[in-house]
C-alpha cells in the first residue's frame, strides 16, 4: 500500500472545488479607498477672508479637513478587504451591509458640496480658524474632489450589494486548518482513529507535520500504536508456546 501524500494529509486545499473569491468587490473596495484617500489630498474649498486691519487671507481646505471622516472611512473600506477574506456565508453579508451604510455616509457632504447646500460662509470661516473679526468675502468649491468621492461612494456601494448578494460557499482566504488550534486538533483526531484502526487493518502512516501537532496538543502519538507485523509475532509466539505445553 503506497504511504497517502502527507500534504493532502495535513490539509484540504484553501479553495474548493467551484468556490471563487469576491475577486469584484474586493477590486472595487480597494478602488474606492484609494479614491477617497485621493479625495481627502485634494482642495474642496477656498476660503478668501479679510479682517480689515492685515492683508486678505485664502485659505485652502482640503478634504480632510472639510470632510474630517474621509481618511477614517477610506481606512475602514481597506480594513473590510481583509474582513471579506477572512468570512463567508452571513458574516460577510453583514460585512457588505456595513459597507453599503459607509458609502451613504461618504456620498452625503460630497452632494451637498455638488448641489451648494454645503459650502456656507459660518462653515468655511470655522474650519479655515477664522479669527471673530474676519469676514468672509468669497468661497470657492472645487467640483473634481467632490466627484471623485461620489465615484467612491458608488463604487462601494456596488461592492456592498456583491457582498450581500454572494452565495454562502464562496471561499474564504485561509481555511479553520491554517489556525493552529484546529490543526492540533485535527491531528488529535488522526492519532485517535489510527489507534482505532491498527486493530483490524494496517495503521496509515501519519504525516511529520500531524506528529508534531499532536505532540503540541498533548497527545503521545506512539501511544497504544502497535505495528501490525509486530502484533501478529506475538500472537504467533503465544500459541506456540501454548501448543508446546
Known amino acids: 500500500m503506497s504511504d497517502p501524500d502527507p500534504d493532502q ?14 475577486a469584484g468587490a474586493i477590486i472595487l473596495l480597494a478602488v474606492a479607498a484609494t479614491a477617497m484617500w485621493g479625495a481627502s489630498r485634494l482642495t474642496w474649498v477656498t476660503v478668501s477672508s479679510t479682517d480689515g486691519l492685515t492683508e486678505p487671507r485664502t485659505d485652502e481646505l482640503n478634504g480632510g479637513v472639510w470632510f474630517g471622516a474621509l481618511t477614517p472611512l477610506a481606512l475602514v473600506l ?12 452571513w ?29 456656507t460662509d459660518t462653515r468655511a470661516a470655522t474650519l479655515a480658524e477664522l479669527p471673530g473679526r474676519a469676514t468672509v468675502t ?5 467640483p ?26 464562496t471561499a474564504r482566504l485561509s481555511g ?16 485517535t482513529k489510527q489507534r482505532a484502526d491498527t486493530a483490524d487493518a494496517p495503521a496509515n502512516k501519519l504525516s511529520e507535520r500531524v506528529l508534531w501537532d499532536a505532540l503540541d496538543a498533548g497527545t503521545d502519538p506512539t501511544e497504544d500504536i502497535a505495528e501490525p507485523g509486530a502484533a501478529a509475532g506475538d500472537a504467533g509466539a503465544d500459541e506456540r508456546g501454548r501448543n508446546a505445553r
Open 9 to 22: 494529509s495535513i490539509a484540504p486545499p484553501e479553495v474548493r472545488p467551484g468556490r471563487k473569491y469576491p
Open 78 to 89: 481597506l480594513a473590510a478587504i481583509a474582513a471579506v477574506l477572512a468570512t463567508r456565508g
Open 91 to 119: 458574516l460577510r453579508r453583514m460585512v457588505g451591509v456595513l459597507i453599503g451604510l459607509v458609502a451613504a455616509v461618504t456620498a452625503v457632504p460630497a452632494f451637498a458640496l455638488l448641489t451648494g447646500s454645503g459650502a
Open 138 to 142: 468669497e468661497v470657492v468649491t472645487a
Open 144 to 169: 473634481f474632489p467632490a466627484w471623485l468621492t461620489l465615484a467612491a461612494a458608488v463604487a462601494a456601494f456596488i461592492a456592498a450589494v456583491l457582498l450581500a448578494r454572494m452565495p454562502a460557499d
Open 176 to 191: 479553520k486548518y491554517d489556525n493552529p488550534v484546529f490543526r492540533r486538533a485535527a491531528a488529535t483526531e488522526q492519532v
